[in-house]
């Protein structure tokens, strides 16, 4: 126990003094110590020796000190803890250490898609990671200030070296929240709870697309040819539910009496209980549904219940290509079929291709990560294997891909002919965006939720706000202006223009002309104002274009 020099894979010494010592709770703990290496040091303390060696030494044993100091308060604050708790609670309680937190994620209520379930453990992995390289061991030890210090560190380019959204940093926080407020004691609330993450100035806030009263029409239009997707987007267009409770709809929440049709929905995301009015249009989906209806069906659309459940993003994509049907121009929309030759596999090229990636001129985290995805890649296994074993997008994974063709100035990714449905899918339904991994949904289910709330506020006799944050499961005011209400400057033409003066809605056809100015007295004033030499130029120049005339 004591001071130590480590060696690295290739045998040279890493550069910083490491120690190990017994923890308050009997255990062995190693740590790397700030402390540098003297330049000249040899491979082993035993053949160190001199000045140099002595004072780097010595400061080094300094920083053990310290540390020893702190993990022996800890200790013993960490008992104190442990003690209060249970003289609180009146029962044991047994502290929670941090590397358990990952599997944790397992027992969380909730439908998830696999992809969402390996970002949380992602999310979680990598708080653990950094936590444990600060000294932290157990769940109680994260203080609000740790919290916020993690929190702070998110806003440092990630390990593909971009910038976290303010959306992106609070679904981290969120989800780290929820899993450790699981591991504390009844009562106390987790330390990131209250920690506030602004979106910074400048940053680039995408929200979805609500659709005019043309624009619904035409997009029902095109959507009636679809079985599966027409009750769907009616449902939403009608209601404003959310993609979940759509796809989830009971029969017991459904009321078919005339004249007071209604749904009562529990909103699974507010658990708000709301009561929605039947439209006509919806009425007319669900009496067709009912005719459908098979003995002892629970499920107004059991397709979709099956599919939400089963393939969530094939619901999704194939909504979004309904979207690109009704919007996009007909030969962006057109299948086209998607020839994709290999030029070399990249298995025969591999060497070659981590020879550049070692080569180049990027950072060692960016180079660990392509040569892992390479690697993988090259072992036959596709960007979907791929994402659900590293939890990294398909997109992501594909730039990587790409930026190693050009580095090493081979082609192993197969060619794909641009255009077709996907392609159209990409560009109508999403934003680019300046920050973040991905662009920002423009067109999707969640955006009839957004043209539900504009509309309803926005109509011919728009509906009191008090009254649609009720329909929407809602509480407060703020959250559905700033998030659902997005008319656009064309629906207030027709309001704006009767709501201001004459003045500015009639035209007068005639533009004021330019005032004429007499040159001869504009060069004149302007000669005055001149400084000698200055006035020798303008001289000069008058004569090289007549102007002495």
């Not at 920083?63 to 609670?89: F, H, M, P, Q, Y």
């Not at 920690?195 to 995408?206: A, F, R, S, V």
């Not at 330019?514 to 004569?543: C, H, W």
Request: glycine content about 6%; charged content about 30%; hydrophobic content about 35%.
């Amino acid at each position: 126990m004591g001071l130590e020099i480590r060696k690295a894979k290739n045998g040279k010494l890493i550069k910083h003094w490491y120690a190990s010592f017994v923890d308050a709770n009997g255990r062995r703990r190693v740590v790397a110590l700030t402390e540098s290496l003297p330049s000249n040091m040899p491979n082993s303390l035993k053949e160190a020796i001199g000045p140099a060696y002595e004072t780097s030494r010595g400061r080094a044993q300094k920083e053990l000190d310290v540390i020893k100091a702190d993990a022996r308060k800890k200790g013993r604050d960490n008992n104190l803890t442990k003690k209060l708790i249970e003289s609180k609670t009146n029962q044991e309680w047994k502290d929670t250490p941090l590397e358990a937190l990952p599997g944790f994620t397992r027992t969380m209520k909730g439908k998830r898609s696999e992809a969402w379930k390996a970002w949380q453990v992602l999310v979680i992995g990598r708080f653990v990671k950094w936590a444990k390289k600060r000294g932290h061991r157990t769940v109680i030890e994260i203080t609000p200030s740790i919290a916020e210090d993690y929190i702070e560190s998110l806003k440092e380019l990630d390990e593909h070296e971009l910038k976290r959204t303010a959306g992106t940093m609070r679904s981290v926080k969120s989800t780290i929240s929820l899993i450790i407020s699981k591991k504390l004691p009844e009562g106390m609330e987790s330390p990131f709870k209250k920690i506030k993450i602004e979106t910074e100035e400048g940053e680039e806030i995408q929200h979805r697309t609500a659709l005019s009263p043309n624009e619904v029409n035409q997009l029902l239009t095109v959507a009636e040819s679809d079985r599966f997707i027409y009750p769907l987007f009616v449902t939403a267009l009608c209601t404003g539910l959310r993609r979940g409770d759509v796809c989830r709809l009971r029969w017991s929440n459904v009321d078919l009496t005339p004249r007071e049709s209604k749904l009562i929905v529990k909103t699974s995301k507010t658990k708000e209980e709301v009561q929605l009015p039947i439209l006509p249009r919806l009425q007319e989906v669900l009496e067709a549904a009912l005719t459908e209806r098979k003995p002892g069906a629970v499920f107004v659309f059991p397709e979709a219940e099956y599919m939400i459940e089963n393939n969530p993003s094939g619901i999704s994509y194939r909504v979004k290509k309904t979207f690109v049907r009704a919007f996009a121009k007909p030969e962006e929309a057109a299948e086209v079929p998607q020839d994709t030759p290999e030029i070399i596999p990249l298995k025969e090229v591999l060497p070659q291709v981590l020879d550049a990636v070692e080569g180049a001129d990027i950072t060692e985290t960016k180079r660990a990560k392509m040569i892992d995805l390479l690697k993988l890649y090259a072992s036959c296994k596709s960007y979907r294997i791929i994402k659900n074993e590293r939890g990294i997008q398909k997109p992501r994974i594909s730039e990587y891909m790409h930026e190693a063709e050009r580095l090493s100035g081979l082609r192993f990714i197969p060619e794909v002919k641009r255009g077709g449905i996907k392609q159209a899918v990409k560009e109508l339904t999403r934003h680019k965006r300046a920050d973040g991994m991905r662009d920002a949904s423009k067109y999707d289910f969640h955006a009839l939720r957004t043209t539900f709330v504009t509309l309803a506020l926005s109509g011919k006799n728009p509906m009191p706000v008090e009254k649609v944050i009720a329909l929407t499961g809602h509480r407060v005011v703020e959250t559905v202006m700033k998030y659902y209400f997005k008319p656009k400057g064309t629906d207030y033409r027709k309001d704006l223009e009767r709501a201001m003066p004459k003045t500015l809605t009639e035209g007068k056809g005639v533009l004021p002309q330019p005032q004429k100015i007499d040159r001869v007295e504009a060069l004149a004033e302007q000669y005055q104002n001149m400084t000698e030499s200055e006035r020798a130029r303008f001289g000069k120049i008058l004569i090289m274009k007549g102007g002495t005339k």
